[in-house]
């Protein structure tokens, strides 16, 4: 029906579905990339030709729900397929400037299909570069958000694309969004500019050894990040953002961002900046040596990293090309150096450098005070400290305790005997302990330790990238007995290194995951509480819902998605795309349900952290404040004002709201108002059933004795 009314060969189309795919190539899948182009050239057409259409009769203006509906447009395997037809032209020869692939690493995951640039196409690719808008910043202030307005771009006065990212593919809800309204219009009317002084200095003959020697993970990518730079140089812009459905923020920006990677973090400054004090040099020293990282110092003292920056003062200000490579950050580092370079030659010299503060494994910290546990407020650092001490480690902490869990299982079971010899490092294990919190499962973690151990695969994902169809069923099995025979290299107690398979892999995963409940219980005990009330909910069919302590209330709500086959036939070829959505509105996914109630909870919270910082900082008239989720930024001479507003915040959250009392309140007149009959059988609550089948209540999970008000003295809890 579309190709009957509108004109499908126009260039405009081929336009869209290249700068779409150039932009988010790198982030996107196959599919998700599909569908994003088709509904980007569904707009396109119907606000080109059919906005302002009015119905004969009624004099209706059409919407674009009816006009989808009018083209024959019904689901999204529809809107897949429009963008696929576009995305196949763009891979056809001699135009083939895109390779459709299939990761090894993906093979048995529902989306393993990417979309890659042809190497061949490369240069001639960056002497062409059109970007998507809508990951661009905007050079006027987004338009504010309220309940009764789209801000945002102002395009979104028209589109109507909800603040929160994702809400036409979930099945969430959230309510009472004016917090998250404020937020956003606050971060949104931040006004920034393009670091020239380091922009300059890259692709001048001096600092051009950066770009040479500094790899990029995706050469193109970084093309555009400079090309992006080189276009806002001259103008003050600002950075769009919005909102998940736990109310954590995300920046539309890709390309220039204080969410993204190095080189397009260190381009950013704010617009406005100021003669720099002396707490405001402290800052920027223990931001710069951050940085850097050297010998991982940011884990040493305050007092430590001040010392290391005197000591290699002149290095830093005279920009010496090994330090700056040997940087954790180089560009970062990079834009340090300069800003010291310009301090030191000129005292006055206005700093528009962010500089951030991170939290200790923050997912740990908000356990830590949402169950007032001292051991885990000790070891993330939330108690009094000086700038002398040590900041404790939770990583370093757990390390020697689950080598040696690992060492006593292989001795003391034959088959896993290679595992006595095992020495895991800090950097093995920090992703599976972060993650944990976040309800990671055993095999998760394996998958973790098989990235992180280097493993000798000898690159079977080259020889055996073409696209799933094209492959022969004795090649897919040599595939998967390969896999098996995949060895991981892990350093050894001698010093040497030993070689690992994923069975043993596994195994170390198991004793990882059973360690840090046996150190630290009480993270047990509020994971089998959220885990118990969700599956309480599934059994008693009861929304699933909290209130946050920033007042927005949120109902997680995973439905069970059904597998799609879609075959299509194009220019000779067939393939086939997988495509899963929500086969009705009331089956519930409930693996997913109970896998996800922790994460979201704890992201919940911690994104209520942020907006009621935003919040009263806004009230006292405080700005910036940018924030990487729990890493906060904003001027050096700030950031002593914004750590003790940090610390405040995280205090009240969980001396005042009470979260846990709260949402067990709030579940249990859940029950009551969906007409269950609760009963008290010696100290127990029980939910009577059909035939008087009882179902227990789970109890709040006893809280410790931590005390929040030390917060105020720590030193570590954000550095």
């Known amino acids: 029906n579309l190709s009957r009314i509108v004109d499908l060969s126009l260039l405009d189309y081929i336009l869209i579905t290249y700068s779409t795919c150039i932009t988010l190539y790198p982030k996107f899948s196959y599919n998700a990339l599909a569908i994003r182009v088709g509904e980007q050239i569904l707009d396109y057409i119907y606000y080109k030709n059919f906005k302002e259409f009015k119905w004969p009769q009624s004099q209706d203006t059409l919407s674009k729900e009816e006009f989808k509906i009018s083209?024959?447009?019904?689901?999204k395997i529809d809107i897949l397929k429009l963008g696929d037809f576009y995305l196949s032209i763009l891979q056809q020869f001699p135009h083939d400037i895109f390779i459709r692939k299939i990761k090894f690493n993906s093979w048995y995951t529902n989306e393993p299909f990417t979309l890659e640039v042809n190497k061949d196409f490369i240069e001639e690719?960056?002497?062409?570069?059109?970007?998507d808008p809508q990951t661009l910043p905007m050079i006027c202030s987004p338009n504010p958000w309220s309940n009764n307005k789209f801000g945002g771009y102002l395009t979104n006065e028209n589109r109507k694309e909800d603040i929160i990212t994702g809400s036409d593919d979930f099945y969430h809800s959230v309510e009472n969004k004016d917090s998250i309204y404020e937020t956003i219009n606050y971060l949104n009317n931040i006004k920034f500019s393009v670091n020239n002084m380091l922009l300059d200095y890259i692709l001048s003959s001096e600092g051009r050894f950066l770009l040479d020697e500094v790899k990029p993970e995706d050469e193109l990518q970084r093309a555009l990040t400079l090309e992006v730079a080189k276009l806002y140089s001259k103008s003050c812009f600002y950075l769009n953002t919005y909102a998940d459905f736990r109310g954590r923020i995300y920046t539309k920006s890709f390309y220039l961002s204080y969410q993204g990677g190095d080189l397009s973090s260190a381009l950013l400054n704010f617009w406005e900046g100021e003669h720099i004090n002396d707490q405001g040099k402290f800052y920027l020293y223990i931001y710069g040596c951050n940085s850097h990282n050297e010998n991982n110092i940011s884990k040493n003292s305050l007092k430590k990293r001040i010392e290391w920056v005197n000591k290699n003062y002149l290095r830093i200000i005279n920009l010496d090309k090994e330090l700056i490579l040997k940087a954790a950050n180089p560009f970062i580092f990079t834009?340090?150096?300069?800003?010291?370079?310009?301090?030191?030659?000129?005292?006055?010299?206005?700093?528009?450098?962010?500089?951030?503060?991170d939290a200790t494994c923050s997912g740990i910290q908000h356990l830590a005070g949402l169950m007032l546990d001292y051991e885990l407020?000790?070891?993330?650092?939330?108690?009094?400290?000086?700038?002398?001490?040590?900041p404790e480690d939770i990583y370093n902490y757990l390390l020697d305790i689950i080598n040696k869990a690992i060492n006593k299982f292989g001795k003391e079971n034959i088959e896993y005997a290679i595992l006595s010899m095992v020495k895991l490092e800090r950097k093995h294990i920090k992703a599976p302990i972060m993650t944990k919190v976040y309800n990671v499962t055993k095999y998760g973690i394996s998958q973790q330790l098989q990235a992180v151990l280097k493993g000798n695969e000898n690159n079977l994902l080259d020889a055996y990238s073409n696209s799933i169809e094209e492959i022969s069923n004795e090649l897919e099995d040599n595939i998967k007995s390969n896999k098996k025979k995949t060895r991981f290299i892990c350093p050894s107690n001698d010093g040497g290194e030993i070689n690992l398979n994923s069975k043993e892999i596994y195994k170390m995963a198991e004793i990882i995951n059973d360690q840090i409940f046996v150190v630290f219980p009480k993270l047990n005990n509020i994971y089998n509480y959220f885990i118990e009330?969700?599956?309480?909910?599934?059994?008693?069919?009861?929304?699933?819902?909290?209130?946050?302590?920033?007042?927005?209330?949120?109902?997680?709500?995973?439905?069970?998605?059904?597998?799609?086959?879609?075959?299509?036939s194009l220019f000779g070829k067939t393939k086939k795309l997988v495509i899963r959505e929500a086969d009705n509105l009331i089956n519930l996914d409930k693996d997913k349900q109970t896998q996800a109630i922790i994460p979201n909870i704890i992201h919940s919270l911690d994104a209520s952290h942020l907006i009621n910082l935003i919040k009263n900082a806004n009230k006292d008239n405080f700005k910036p404040i940018i924030s990487i989720h729990d890493c906060f930024g904003t001027l050096p001479n700030l950031m002593i004002e914004l750590e003790q507003k940090v610390k405040m915040e995280f205090i009240d959250l969980y001396s005042h709201s009470k979260f846990l009392s709260n949402f067990h309140q709030r579940f249990v007149q859940n029950i009551k108002d969906n007409n269950f009959k609760i009963i008290n059988i010696k100290d127990k609550s029980f939910v009577v059933m059909e035939n008087n089948n009882l179902l227990e209540i789970p109890e709040i999970p006893q809280t410790g004795d931590l005390n929040l008000n030390n917060i105020m003295k720590s030193k570590y809890m954000i550095s």
């Open 71 to 75: 083209v024959g447009i019904n689901n």
């Open 125 to 131: 690719l960056k002497m062409s570069l059109i970007i």
């Open 335 to 357: 834009a340090f150096c300069l800003n010291m370079r310009e301090l030191h030659n000129n005292p006055n010299h206005i700093i528009k450098t962010p500089v951030f503060l």
């Open 377 to 390: 407020g000790v070891n993330t650092n939330l108690l009094p400290q000086s700038e002398e001490d040590i």
């Open 533 to 568: 009330i969700t599956n309480l909910t599934i059994r008693l069919d009861i929304p699933l819902n909290w209130i946050t302590p920033s007042a927005i209330k949120i109902t997680q709500r995973y439905l069970k998605k059904k597998k799609k086959v879609v075959s299509i």
